[in-house]
């Protein structure tokens, strides 16, 4: 296990100040927690790898920055974002500029192509958070959030929609890195996915408590 390195203060200083309030925008489901979030487990993720902290820290601190232009593309939107933050050559040369923007591209979880570089693959794996309670709240977040005339079942066939697609044998969600818990909880996952009443039970207090704080 290699040691944590320290980070730049400097760089941690202009991203907590200029990037990370970006993701107030988003929806819940990627909001600045989130970016908090997959910003600690690739730092945790980096530890068992000989790379650079203060690239990693970046690109997790940017992977969603493109959702400002819609979901679709913002991976490739966000590569553009950080590759167009001049501000970064401060503390990176071009080359990492280039590799750092290519890990930011590579981190959707419907990509055809692996990861391009070590980079990519602990971003996109510590993107992946399968823990199955999470996943399915963060999945109504972002149902109600981009689908409002959807009543309850509507949501509950969307949210069942999402996990068969991307979580289920033979979904297109693909892990990266041998040292991540993932694999297990995916399993964990697609057993849950496996049982109706499990899956309907943990879909109905996700989408109760998610209402009840969009109207407090």
Known sequence: MKNAQPLNPELTSYIEQRILPRYREFDRAHDEEHARTVIRRSLELAEAYDVDADMVYAIAA??????????????LDAGRILAADRTLRRWFSEEQIDTMREAVEDHRASAKHAPRSIYGRIVAEADRMIDPETIIRRTVQYGLAHYPTLDREGHYARCMEHLQQKYAEGGYLQLWIEESENARRLEELRQIIREPQRIRRLFDE???RENIENIG
Do not use: I, K
């Open 206 to 208: 996700a989408f109760d």
């Open 62 to 75: 940017y992977h969603d920055t493109g959702l400002v232009n819609g979901r679709e593309n913002h991976h």
